[in-house]
């Protein structure tokens, strides 16, 4: 029996497998308003909150973002206002109904036109959107990250089997805030602020946390005493 | 043995159990932002978002709204700053550490200055920041209206006994949604878009019905194109 | 202290608090495309199921359905399709915008022209569309029974929360199962088979039973051999 | 506004709502194979063990058993083994068709054979083999107790609906370990051991409790060594 | 159809039904290792700190308990220590193998030893250690307050269906939070450091909440800076 | 430490690990009534729709399916209708009580009659019905995609284990939408409309997304007021 | 890049990875009744049955069994004793204090003594009593199937973690079902009946199958009529 | 196709994947208040406890540990007290804002003193503070041992989406229990009852059946009578 460590995922060749915050671009794939109704896996409110970070944190990060939608005309609907909003330097690239946005040539020439060699995909059917592009650009040689909490399915068991399929076709499997704490890298930034207002939309007790923080400290320096002295 | 309908909640001597919108006032308790991190009995995300609906269904409806919080110096924490930011006309009361609302003048006298006869409470921990005045309001003789899931609690459990024990004590058991419609009455008013844009709050699925048929309905009238032809 | 039982549900008398088939309608509130997206009380399918149900056992037992819908041509969207698919005979009543359909007065009078005493009602909303006409149909008089799960609504806790709302206005809650098995009475009768087709459903393990039922008796009858004999 | 308690349950007149060892009878309905496939309230596994040790605990106590089913010849299939096998000296009723046990003469002329007053009653489907006979039973002047958790029914929701129906109507709810201990009172008899090994039926935890008490004290008593020393 | 209110519990009389630190005493009944191996209706370790924590708040409010077990030297193990631990001047009452704790003669003459009127009673397992004791006090006279949380049982279906038989008899039902917060009354008192100890055995993150607040008001007064500054 | 990208599923020698619809069969194994109560891992319902929906695709996508059951004269019972239904084309192996499909003679000399080196599998109990044909296709040189939404199990932790169990094998996990979508491959094809249908089996709110899409369009087409104006 | 099938377990060498009922061993191990109280990745009753179970088909499938267990004179207790009921031939091996069955060379001469190359594995702690002797087999050359819910730990995130951990190590992960049907092969044997009443121990439903089958098969061939007609 | 065994995890060059108590250390990151009340993927007192228990574990197994926290002055709060009261001999090496304490050239090279090959790291949040320096030193060499239930994160599935990529980066996955035992080995050791008592922090049902097992010894060895005897 030879043993050996075979484990790390495609296109590495050996290289630690995070993400380079100078070398990614994001793909948003297929967030609409109808298929966020057929999102089961985890509440929608919490997909479209993770998603919408995404694109905040990409902006904030100053990496490349693309988006395009399946038929946004037809029950599938459009695309969340919050992608754009969040993420104005977007490209947007319209199919022409292919389901796998990398069938679509514009699309994967878009990918290219950014000279990024990783990718940060998340998209909505988690089971098709995010996963039929995230197995092709690994095969044409991209390191890719799959963000699974930023994507959604119709269930949990068909989320975890596309997690399962993903993997095993080489992509790195993340979550927002791994995304998001990669991409960051220190709180020693001029933007922290806007960073840890990001990460409320992904941990939302983190809201909580700075509102507690904030009054206290401001109890602490006013000498305000409490109510009930 | 005797037989009759006894089952009314307390002060409504025969009337109808329903909210009056021209004889009623609303009631937020502690709704802080330590306190919502103890919040098991929802998701706090869900807790935050019907709170603050209540709060902005109120304006709508032109109802008078009293808030206080207990001991926001401490743990506790600040109240939540969307209840004062969509009700702007509501009072706040300092209390002087009374855990029971009821149980300080300043915010019994604020009630009894609404001339109102019935209340619409709130609170968090619904255990004791909205049992505790529903039940001294009942017995006060006030048609108490005990909004379940605009209030939050430790345990899904705790929720349970403290429905329970308020309904024994004649309190009416109500939810946000119930509370809303209950104030509008009718989609044949002006400010039904408003209304719409409310229900969000606690539908956050309608917030997707609405993006969805509005592009419907535009590509439709505009007669685009499906990308997929 | 006196003691004596008043448990009895609004508007018996004393009777027993059961459907009499001879004297009851149905009323079918709002089971609309768009509001079945916002359901998180059960799964909708189940919704879906049991309201589709509700109307079929109607028609097998022989009692008026009245049918409404709040704003159709909005987000809300049209009624299911098999509602009237299975109740052809029921009479639909459009409203002007009231939330509570009891607000409408050609919905009353439809209620009023079937002649019977007693109600089956379910809405989606529960908390809304179903408890607001079955309050107001306590109050005037009708023995009301509240179908709680051909009702749906945004959380289990708001369903919760209404079912002790109507309870406490004195109606009386019900499951799907209930209400035909109430109004079918016995499984000695013509139509056994199409109601028990009707039971499917309700508890979709009925299917298999019945089918794995015939299978066994056929194989029994038949003397057909075991594939491993 | 009059204040006076009136929560007794019906036909108790003023006297505690517990259960008579000396003037109660079980009536165990419908607990077929058939039917206990389409129980979702719980694990079809948990009303299993439940009801045949209701079974086990009235042989205990020596009160009487009366079964029944609802057409064993179909899909509903044959009544579980362990109701009789427990309860031998359980009287069994053949139904001609009607769901409700308390609609066949011969079943409720076997109910007045008794001579009791008290009624146990636990069914599958709760939502009908359970509360139609319960409902009906206290309107005929019985003193009845549900066994809520030997009975399954289709759905959380509609075991809930169920208890609320029931209560409302006057019937007192009990879980089996109520039914259990209010018949066996106390540890000091004789057949203390025989109502030990029944609680296993109801706390699967207690039969591991016994098995490492019996070994702990064995161990205790013989000095047997630690394997570990 | 006559309309009054008559929702009030058992044996208070009109008067507001909450709990009077002045005239009230405890009962923590059959909290032993063994039973609590059996619990299922909430995670053992959330009773065990309930309880635990009740035990506390009888000693910092300075009412009287009494405690006893059902059998320790058998399976059902010892009492946790940490009641009497926190409730040092409990008096324990041993049993002679009554299952329900008020059939013991000592037992009831140890509560009437303490004059009180009122009851705060938790036990495990609450369909039967706690149930049987509160339903046979109030046929006495008591007014009592069941802490549902504060005792276990084998299901949350046993947990719901003895809420409601409880509730039926006329008990109040109450949370552990419910208690502690009326007991206490106010936040403005000497030992109120010690009380907010108390709740974070009821709120876990409560504990979190003023580390968190402390070391906030440390650092603003300190002027100590953000390690990443 | 070697490093390399070894993850690839079995038999695909280095090729893009995804369904090529010229070259694939499918496999659906065991899909009878009997063995359906028994599946604990989904709602049987789910699984009985994805089933079916996967004997709908393979006729829109005009791929070969073999069908086979487990004796089913016995308690297993018979396959459910909607297979053949769906694909009529199918064809059926009866064995000779080999458990796995595979030790069958017949049941691979079909799947060699195909001429397809790709095999979609789908079995229910997923833990041997699917898992040993996949493994033992698998170790005959096929590329197999095993659907785990569209078998079933007892168990959640079933199902997970065979998941583990069979990628490890080198099969390929997908989920039932990622079947259909890889082979319907774009939206722009003649039988678009009968795919959109095929996929309110997988997620059933579509069925409500594409109801209320159709009402919005015709409603604006019409220039159809609002009830509610 | 490289791209191979690497992804079969440890010692398989190429083989397919299924058990040989003919070279395969079982060990049982740990299945104490104090550790089944610490159970929390399913109910302990249901792997008390699966390991039960487990034991059954060994002694079906005629393969060795050695057992051992963790101190069982202290908390841990004793073994459950269906173990060794349901597989007399047994071997029991007492440890002398190591955690890891393996780390005692007794047991390990006791595996050595059964001559087989395959190991089937199941332990409670799942984590450490299943897991380390797992590993350390893989790691002398053994193939093993670890049969995960036959084993018991103590949350449903360390049963996942160790499955990922045995995985990781080279053990193939399995099922009970898994296992029962690789050892059975096919139901065409003369003790399939024994083998059938074996699976009412994985799947619960199955004996309700039986039970159903048999009567209607009986109903059938006496010509026995309904009850209704 | 070649097949092999690749499954080993990184750097361990085909030795046995298991903890070397002689080689290790232990990292313990970020176990903060403030981002304790953001975990969500278990109650974060459970992740309390088997925080605090690690801590104790490597103070009994004398191992090295070192700890660190990210911006303790801000919202993310101070470290949980118990991490240093259980470790005292634990080193904490402030950051500088440096998300990844791996980016730490001080943490670096404090664990580089240890001179240890193996690392068993926990962080809260597990996404973030455990995954990245976890990848990062199997990147350096060290043979990886990441806790996953001794760490915290916001969701289920970001658990199990981290719980993957460190895996496919060659970490070896591990839950509290597993580090526990393959740190003592044997119950035959001086200090096994301190170990016993660590495990009631990772069992908490271990601790009822430690109180139960030496009552039941001694009443065996006194001979105490039962209550109820």
Same mark, same amino acid.
């Given at each position: ?49 993770? %998603?919408?970070?995404? !694109? ?10 693309? *988006?395009? /939608?399946? +038929?946004? #005309? ?71 990250? %799959?963000?699974?909490? !930023? ?10 089997? *596309?997690? /399962?399929? +993903?993997? #095993? ?61």
């Amino acid at each position: 029996m030879t043993m050996q460590n075979t484990s790390l995922p495609a296109n590495f060749n050996g290289a630690k497998p995070v993400i380079n915050p100078d070398d990614v671009a994001m793909l948003l794939i297929d967030h609409q308003s109808g298929l966020f109704q057929t999102v089961h896996d985890m509440p929608f409110t919490t997909l479209r909150s993770l %998603a919408a970070t995404l !694109a905040k944190i990409a902006t904030l990060a100053k990496i490349p973002v693309i *988006t395009t /939608a399946s +038929v946004p #005309q037809g029950p599938n609907g459009p695309l969340i206002p919050e992608i754009h909003a969040n993420a104005p330097h977007a490209r947007y690239i319209a199919r022409k109904g292919e389901i796998n946005a990398w069938d679509n040539p514009d699309f994967v020439q878009a990918v290219k036109d950014t000279g990024k060699k990783q990718l940060i995909i998340a998209g909505t059917i988690t089971s098709v959107c995010m996963a039929f592009p995230s197995i092709a650009a690994v095969a044409e040689g991209y390191q890719v990250f %799959a963000v699974i909490d !930023a994507s959604g399915t119709y269930s949990k068991m068909a989320q975890e089997v *596309t997690l /399962a399929r +993903v993997m #095993q076709a080489g992509v790195v499997p993340i979550d927002t805030a791994g995304v998001a704490s990669e991409l960051q890298r220190t709180w020693n930034r001029d933007d922290a602020a806007q960073w840890a207002e990001a990460y409320t939309g992904i941990f939302p007790n983190y809201q909580l946390l700075i509102e507690s923080h904030m009054k206290a400290q401001e109890v602490a320096r006013s000498g305000e005493k409490l109510d009930s002295q």
